[in-house]
């Protein structure tokens, strides 16, 4: 730490500098026109360093999965200013290539400089989920994608405001392209008041407090991450850790996708090697390899909690991320479900560090945010397009059980809830409820996953389409526990309920009035033998409608009523017949 910036001066800052970015967080949550930033807040903000474009601050309510993509996106438009020799005050870059720093096409970044005296001091940037940028598919998340064109159109970092005015060509292009351009036009605004509330509040505080202070208080912020993020890989015993997971399917062939991990511990360093994962697919679970690595930060931010924020946590890890591997691709390989893959990542690294260290193990989460969109024409001829998300069990732990129908540990978002879809759009929820039995047992079980069944009410029907996962292979257990339950979609035809080929993706499935799609999303896996979880726990989630009786007495070894009443002596009759 600078001898010039005192411990308390260290503490004021990084408090005022995250609320700079929570508020700008708040600004675009509360301006958005889309439910999926302003009620599942699929959206971030944060500040970047004017060299290399790292990760500097950012808020507390922003998606841990954009900090570090955000970073090699700005990145991009550094080398664009070094290549052009063009940067003036007011100008704004925006963009949704996903090679370049981005996720997929759905997420738009701005990124703006802040001078100071004529100097460039930091950089600002704003990313939101967009409900609608084309494609062939309403939403974006084309499950049979095999290229990107087929995703939605592409932007490349591209200058939206010069020098401070608007260039209305840039704004008649993402019109065109679009179903939804209302929409998207609430939410580009919503971003850029979001940044131009962050630049004022933090030439407010550089003028409080100097650009020295605030420059040495970003050297700081960094260099106590990495300390941290060194000493927590210490904790962990050297070695080579191994641990593999995978995909269902890629949409277009029915063979799985291997994701395989090493995990090498060496003193305060570590390296993250993913070379033995699977080539690169034809179908949309690809991603690039900025989004891979900001899928390792989350990971590892689950498990050291206690490291901040910023780019100086990934200064002691190196990652092995091939471009012979679908973790690394470039253009036009198509992208739209990378949340499945950089799901089924997170998973991964919790696999590898739980057999470095047992005492830190996290269970399988559910593992999928099952993308689903409906969409159709008003009565009087306009589109809607209903795209969200939807939660499940978490896994257990060493501490306690997983969350019941919680959202993927990629973020801080939330699930938009049933009342604000239901009045946005021509659909009706008959049922969003816990789903039992699909946790998996365990001393500490996994969080149960839930059930949503969503009913067309405009005469003209709906048109569906479905991107997730874990439709085959189950959130795994640990140290003993057991795998969950899968994820299962149906939707009514008039010969009945169908499932999907691809079992948890599909598109050109149309709905009548009255028709319905169903989905039972998984839940986490379970932690530790479930013949050592106390009888009463089994029987209060038996009471409570989590477990069934059957599951209690086949995983558990415990003998109760649907009432929740144990039978000791039968129960302890189980358990030794048991072991």
């Given at each position: 730490m600078s001898p010039a910036l005192d411990p308390v001066t260290f503490a004021v800052l990084k408090g005022r500098l995250e609320q700079i970015a929570d508020e700008m967080d708040a600004t675009l949550y509360r301006s958005a026109f889309n439910p999926i930033i302003a009620e599942a807040r699929d959206a971030c903000h944060g500040l970047y360093h004017r060299e290399t474009g790292d990760t500097l601050v950012q808020g507390a309510k922003g998606l841990p999965i954009f900090v570090g993509a955000m970073?090699?996106?700005?990145?991009?438009?550094?080398?664009?200013?070094?290549?052009?020799?063009?940067?003036?005050?007011?100008d704004v870059f925006l963009f949704n290539d996903p090679y370049a720093g981005g996720t997929h096409l759905n997420d738009f970044r701005l990124v703006r400089p802040i001078f100071r005296n004529g100097?460039?001091?930091?950089?600002?940037?704003?990313?939101?989920?967009?409900?609608?940028?084309?494609?062939?598919?309403?939403?974006?998340?084309?499950?049979?994608?095999?290229?990107?064109?087929?995703?939605?159109v592409l932007i490349p970092p591209v200058r939206l405001f010069r020098a401070g005015v608007l260039q209305e060509d840039i704004v008649s292009i993402l019109r065109a392209n679009t179903r939804v351009p209302d929409s998207n036009w609430g939410d580009l605004n919503g971003q850029l008041n979001a940044l131009d509330l962050g630049e004022g509040r933090l030439h407010a505080l550089v003028d409080e407090y100097g650009e020295a202070t605030i420059e040495a208080a970003f050297e700081a912020f960094s260099a106590r991450a990495?300390?941290?993020?060194?000493?927590?890989?210490?904790?962990?015993?050297?070695?080579?850790?191994?641990?593999?997971?995978?995909?269902?399917?890629?949409?277009?062939?029915?063979?799985?996708?291997?994701?395989?991990?090493?995990?090498?511990?060496?003193?305060?360093?570590?390296?993250?090697?993913?070379?033995?994962?699977?080539?690169?697919?034809?179908?949309?679970?690809?991603?690039?390899?900025?989004?891979?690595?900001?899928?390792?930060y989350v990971a590892l931010k689950h498990v050291?909690?206690?490291?901040?924020?910023?780019?100086?946590?990934?200064?002691?890890?190196?990652?092995?991320?091939?471009?012979?591997?679908?973790?690394?691709?470039?253009?036009?390989?198509p992208v739209a479900g990378y949340t499945e893959t950089i799901l089924r990542m997170i998973g991964v690294v919790f696999g590898a560090l739980?057999?470095?260290?047992?005492?830190?193990?996290?269970?399988?989460?559910?593992?999928t945010i099952n993308a689903l969109s409906l969409s159709g024409h008003r009565p009087d001829g306009k589109r809607w397009v209903m795209f969200t998300f939807f939660g499940g069990g978490l896994g257990g732990n060493p501490a306690s059980d997983g969350l019941n129908h919680a959202n993927n540990p990629i973020s801080t978002a939330t699930m938009p809830p049933a009342e604000i879809l239901e009045a946005s759009y021509p659909v009706m929820f008959t049922q969003w409820a816990l789903r039992p039995d699909s946790a998996g047992a365990g001393e500490h079980r996994g969080g149960v996953g839930a059930i949503y069944e969503v009913e067309a009410l405009d005469a003209g029907g709906a048109e569906v389409a479905l991107l997730g996962e874990r439709g085959k292979?189950?959130?795994?257990?640990?140290?003993?526990?057991?795998?969950?339950?899968?994820?299962?979609?149906?939707w009514d035809t008039p010969d009945g309920p169908r499932e999907p080929p691809f079992v948890s993706k599909i598109t050109g499935v149309r709905i009548e009035a009255g028709g319905r799609v169903r989905l039972e999303s998984p839940g986490g896996g379970g932690w530790g033998d479930p013949r050592r979880r106390a009888p009463s726990a089994v029987?209060?989630?038996?009471?409570?409608?989590?477990?069934?009786?059957?599951?209690?007495?086949?995983?558990?070894?415990?003998?109760?009523?649907?009432?929740?009443?144990?039978?000791?002596?039968?129960?302890?009759?189980?358990?030794?017949?048991?072991r």
């Open positions: 970073a090699f996106a700005v990145r991009a438009v550094i080398d664009i200013v070094k290549r052009t020799g063009d940067l003036a005050p007011g100097e460039l001091f930091c950089w600002l940037a704003s990313v939101g989920h967009w409900l609608d940028i084309g494609g062939n598919v309403p939403g974006g998340y084309n499950p049979q994608a095999v290229e990107c064109f087929q995703e939605g990495e300390a941290l993020m060194r000493e927590a890989i210490a904790s962990l015993p050297d070695g080579t850790y191994s641990y593999e997971d995978y995909l269902d399917n890629d949409g277009i062939t029915d063979d799985r996708l291997t994701i395989a991990l090493e995990v090498t511990i060496a003193g305060d360093t570590m390296r993250l090697d993913f070379s033995r994962s699977s080539p690169p697919c034809r179908g949309p679970v690809n991603i690039a390899r900025s989004t891979a690595v900001a899928a390792c050291f909690t206690e490291v901040p924020a910023n780019a100086g946590c990934l200064r002691p890890i190196a990652f092995d991320i091939p471009e012979t591997t679908f973790l690394g691709v470039g253009a036009p390989r739980a057999k470095a260290d047992p005492a830190r193990a996290t269970a399988g989460p559910f593992g292979f189950a959130p795994f257990g640990v140290a003993g526990g057991l795998p969950a339950e899968k994820n299962r979609f149906t029987a209060r989630d038996v009471a409570n409608g989590l477990v069934s009786v059957d599951a209690a007495r086949q995983d558990y070894a415990v003998a109760v009523d649907a009432r929740g009443i144990v039978d000791e002596a039968q129960t302890a009759t189980l358990r030794e017949a048991g």
